[in-house]
């Protein structure tokens, strides 16, 4: 089988937040982690899937968050035409995951059962939970439903060999983490599965949670997919910068391959 390179693009970040905005039971008092915002792309000769649309201008204002580059602009560099993309996984339906996805005009949209079920349905009534959703990348979702574009999976499936979605569900009800198969082995993108791998190391929640048991119980289930804790890339670290090989000299800070190991002499914390 031949493997998939796989790359994260970094397109925001979002600086000064404390502990507490990181995990449960963080201090409110101490600093915590920034954290990026990345877009992912598995890639080999037979097949080309992007993972997450990222969002645009309007929601980093919104939000006040750093907008490096539009996710468009992201693939670009790495030689990928958005516009001409046709296999997109949104790993789960939050403003920063599932937003510019009208810059993907051909692309059909893989997402779990449960999570098109939570962005419309009656958790939306509260504002506490609908706060990380934007209703108009949930319309534009809608829409593309109803032009037959979405493809639905429920828990476990293969979308190509060598590619596995897999539902875990915890910080939405239907977030899903991507497995692949990559000349390394087999990693998973765990998104928001672990935003940081504080969370997942040390089984701390993320705050922005539907169900605290689904989370933590995510957290065994990546490492479980994965071929070692080093195969499992979280959704949000400023360290996966870091630890991984930059695709180019160019690109240093910007896209790195998650398809070579990580550098030994680096720690993650």
């Given at each position: 089988?031949?493997?998939?390179?796989?790359?994260?693009?970094?397109?925001?970040?979002?600086?000064?937040?404390?502990?507490?905005?990181?995990?449960?039971?963080?201090?409110?008092?101490?600093?915590?982690?920034?954290?990026?915002?990345?877009?992912?792309?598995?890639?080999?000769s037979?097949?080309?899937?992007?993972?997450?649309?990222?969002?645009?201008t309007?929601?980093?204002?919104?939000?006040?968050?750093?907008?490096?580059r539009?996710?468009?602009?992201?693939?670009?560099?790495?030689?990928?035409?958005?516009?001409?993309?046709?296999?997109?996984?949104?790993?789960?339906?939050?403003?920063?995951?599932?937003?510019?996805?009208?810059?993907?005009?051909?692309?059909?949209?893989h997402?779990?059962?449960?999570?098109?079920?939570?962005?419309?349905?009656?958790?939306?009534?509260?504002?506490?939970?609908?706060?990380?959703?934007?209703?108009?990348?949930?319309?534009?979702?809608?829409?593309c439903?109803y032009?037959?574009?979405?493809?639905?999976?429920?828990?476990?499936?293969?979308?190509?060999?060598?590619?596995?979605?897999?539902?875990?569900g915890?910080?939405?009800?239907?977030?899903q983490?991507?497995?692949?198969?990559?000349?390394?082995?087999?990693?998973?993108?765990?998104?928001?599965?672990?935003?940081?791998?504080?969370?997942?190391?040390n089984?701390?929640?993320?705050?922005?949670?539907?169900?605290?048991?689904?989370?933590l119980e995510?957290?065994?289930l990546?490492?479980?997919l994965?071929?070692?804790?080093?195969h499992?890339?979280?959704?949000?670290?400023?360290?996966?910068?870091k630890?991984y090989?930059?695709?180019?000299?160019?690109?240093?800070?910007?896209?790195?391959?998650?398809?070579?190991?990580?550098?030994?002499?680096?720690?993650?914390?």
């Open positions: 089988m031949e493997p998939f390179e796989l790359f994260a693009i970094r397109y925001a970040n979002l600086s000064g937040r404390l502990e507490a905005d990181n995990y449960i039971g963080g201090d409110p008092h101490e600093a915590g982690s920034d954290l990026d915002y990345f877009i992912w792309v598995a890639r080999r037979d097949a080309l899937f992007v993972i997450d649309t990222g969002f645009g309007e929601q980093a204002r919104i939000r006040k968050r750093d907008l490096l539009l996710p468009a602009q992201g693939l670009a560099l790495l030689g990928i035409d958005a516009a001409q993309v046709d296999r997109v996984i949104l790993t789960h339906l939050h403003y920063d995951h599932a937003g510019t996805m009208n810059d993907f005009p051909r692309a059909r949209f997402v779990q059962d449960g999570e098109a079920a939570f962005a419309t349905g009656r958790c939306m009534c509260h504002a506490h939970m609908r706060h990380a959703f934007a209703v108009e990348d949930v319309v534009s979702f809608v829409r439903l032009a037959g574009r979405i493809s639905f999976h429920d828990g476990v499936e293969e979308l190509a060999p060598g590619l596995t979605v897999h539902r875990t915890g910080h939405t009800a239907g977030l983490v991507v497995r692949v198969f990559t000349k390394r082995g087999w990693v998973v993108v765990a998104s928001d599965a672990s935003h940081l791998y504080v969370n997942m190391d089984r701390l929640p993320f705050p922005v949670v539907h169900s605290v048991a689904d989370m995510g957290h065994n990546v490492f479980r994965a071929d070692s804790p080093d499992v890339v979280p959704g949000h670290d400023p360290l996966v910068m630890l090989p930059p695709v180019s000299a160019e690109l240093a800070g910007i896209a790195v391959r998650l398809d070579e190991a990580p550098n030994p002499e680096r720690v993650r914390s």
